[in-house]
C-alpha cells in the first residue's frame, strides 16, 4: 500500500514568489491536512479538506489556500512568500479525520531567501 | 489551545522505562501519539477516544483521563529505536471535521 506521497522534496524561493506544494493521500483515504513544522512553532494546523470541501482552518494568513481534488488529491499554495515561510510543510492523510489516525507524508523542505 | 507535554525532554538508558504527559484545557474527543525522528515524518502510534481507553503495542501504551483532560504515553524496557521526537495530538469536542492540535513535544534519546 503506498504512503502519502508529497512533491517536491525541495524548494529554493525567493520573497515575493508564489509556491505549489501536492500530496497525495493514501488509497482511500479522503481527508487531508497540512501542516508547518518549524524549531520555533512546533507543527502548526494550516488546512483540512475531505471531499474537496475544506472543513477546517489554522491561523494563517490569507497566503496560505489549499484545495482537494475529487481523486482527493491535495494541493497548498503559498503566495507573496516571506522569509519567515521558511519551514517543512507535512501533509498528512486520515480514512474519514475526526477519531482517525494519521499518516504523514514526508513533507516539502521550502527554504524563502 | 495547544496541549501541554511534559517533560520536553528525557535521557534514558536501554531497557528503563518512561512516561510522557500530555494535558488539555479543553474537552477532548480523542489524543493521538506520534514519534518523529530526525529528518523524517511523525509516525502514527496510536489513538485514544474519549472513555478512558487504554491502548498499547508492544512495550508502548497510553491512557486518557477523560475527567482530567490528561494522556499519558508509557514506554517500558526502552529500545534504541524509541529514540525520537514525541508528540500528543489532540481533537476536541465539538471540531467539525478533523483539527489535531499537537504539543510541543518531547525529545526522548535512548542511549545503550
Known amino acids: 500500500k503506498a504512503g502519502v506521497t508529497q512533491t517536491p522534496r525541495y524548494l529554493i524561493k525567493t520573497r515575493g514568489q508564489q509556491v505549489t506544494l501536492s500530496c497525495s493521500p493514501i488509497s482511500g483515504h479522503r481527508s487531508v491536512s497540512w501542516y508547518q513544522q518549524t524549531p520555533g512553532q512546533g507543527l502548526q494546523f494550516l488546512f483540512e479538506y475531505f471531499s474537496e470541501t475544506q472543513r477546517n482552518k489554522g491561523n494563517f494568513p490569507g497566503r496560505f489556500s489549499g484545495r482537494q481534488f475529487s481523486n482527493s488529491r491535495s494541493e497548498m499554495n503559498v503566495s507573496t512568500l516571506e522569509l519567515g515561510d521558511s519551514a517543512l510543510y507535512l501533509c498528512?492523510?486520515?480514512?474519514?479525520?475526526?477519531?482517525?489516525?494519521?499518516?504523514f507524508g514526508s513533507g516539502t523542505r521550502l527554504t524563502v531567501v | 489551545q495547544q496541549p501541554v507535554q511534559s517533560p520536553q525532554a528525557v535521557i534514558l538508558r536501554e531497557g528503563e522505562d518512561a512516561v510522557i504527559n500530555c494535558s488539555s484545557s479543553?474537552?477532548?474527543?480523542?489524543v493521538h501519539w506520534y514519534r518523529q525522528k530526525h529528518g523524517e515524518a511523525p509516525v502514527f502510534l496510536m489513538i485514544l477516544l474519549k472513555g478512558g481507553e487504554q491502548k498499547g503495542h508492544d512495550k508502548i501504551s497510553a491512557s486518557f483521563n477523560e475527567k482530567k483532560q490528561q494522556s499519558s504515553l508509557y514506554l517500558t524496557a526502552s529500545q534504541l529505536s524509541y529514540s525520537g521526537t514525541y508528540f500528543c495530538?489532540?481533537?476536541?469536542?465539538?471540531?467539525?471535521?478533523?483539527?489535531?492540535?499537537f504539543g510541543e513535544g518531547t525529545q526522548l534519546t535512548v542511549n545503550p
Open positions: 498528512a492523510s486520515s480514512l474519514l479525520g475526526l477519531g482517525n489516525g494519521y499518516t
Open positions: 479543553k474537552a477532548l474527543y480523542s
Open positions: 495530538g489532540t481533537e476536541m469536542v465539538g471540531t467539525s471535521g478533523s483539527r489535531l492540535t
